[in-house]
């Protein structure tokens, strides 16, 4: 039996629209006599990050957090002083995957941005000049729960008002593609803009 055609999309943020310079972190740790990949290390362990991602936390208290972990090896003031700096980068919008968006709004199909995030999501999605061009956002801090809870896809598919066997989600991460798949919904495994003529198909008019 064959899946109903997606009527709405949930695309995710990091990894797929939002991309990331790894260089910029390397850049900062070097500048400050940090071990390379530091920053990334302690900042996503499960630890602090699946508080603030479920908004138990806020982005400023995670970061402290950051600053603590890094104290020992270089002194509170240098440690505060890297973190600044390596925030202020706050990533790059893929301009294939924010065209495909605008797309697929024209032909009047909803799209939601469906991310793990923290408070800082709102004025990330300004700086980037994202703001009105997503129909819904779905932030886990403000769900409480996170990709890939069932839990979840629920409050995301309730926020497009569709149900699940008609959302479509793209999404660069395995475990979240099966966890959106064990929800319901369709799932797309992003692994870069040569996806987007398959999605297009995906979400194309029968007929």
């Not at 999309?9 to 790894?22: A, C, H, K, T, Y």
């Not at 699946?50 to 600053?67: D, F, I, K, N, Y």
Request: net charge negative.
């Amino acid at each position: 039996m064959s899946r109903e055609r997606a009527t709405a999309l949930l695309v995710d943020f990091d990894g797929v629209l939002r991309r990331w310079d790894p260089a910029v972190a390397v850049g900062v740790e070097r500048a400050y006599g940090l071990t390379e990949g530091v920053l990334d290390e302690i900042a996503m362990s499960w630890g602090l990050l699946q508080p603030v991602l479920t908004g138990r936390v806020s982005h400023a208290e995670w970061m402290a957090s950051v600053v603590a972990a890094l104290t020992p090896s270089v002194g509170e003031q240098q440690a505060q002083a890297a973190v600044d700096e390596w925030q202020r980068y706050r990533g790059e919008v893929d301009p294939q995957v924010l065209a495909f968006v605008r797309e697929v709004r024209a032909s009047g199909v909803p799209v939601g941005l469906a991310t793990n995030a923290t408070d800082v999501l709102d004025a990330d999605l300004a700086a980037l000049g994202l703001e009105g061009e997503l129909d819904v956002v779905i932030n886990s801090s403000v769900v409480g729960t996170h990709k890939p809870a069932k839990e979840y896809f629920e409050a995301a598919c309730e926020a497009l008002r569709t149900s699940p066997s008609r959302v479509l989600l793209v999404d660069d991460n395995d475990r979240v593609v099966a966890g959106a798949r064990v929800a319901g919904l369709s799932a797309h495994r992003w692994s870069g803009p040569g996806d987007l003529r398959y999605l297009r198909a995906a979400l194309a008019p029968a007929g």
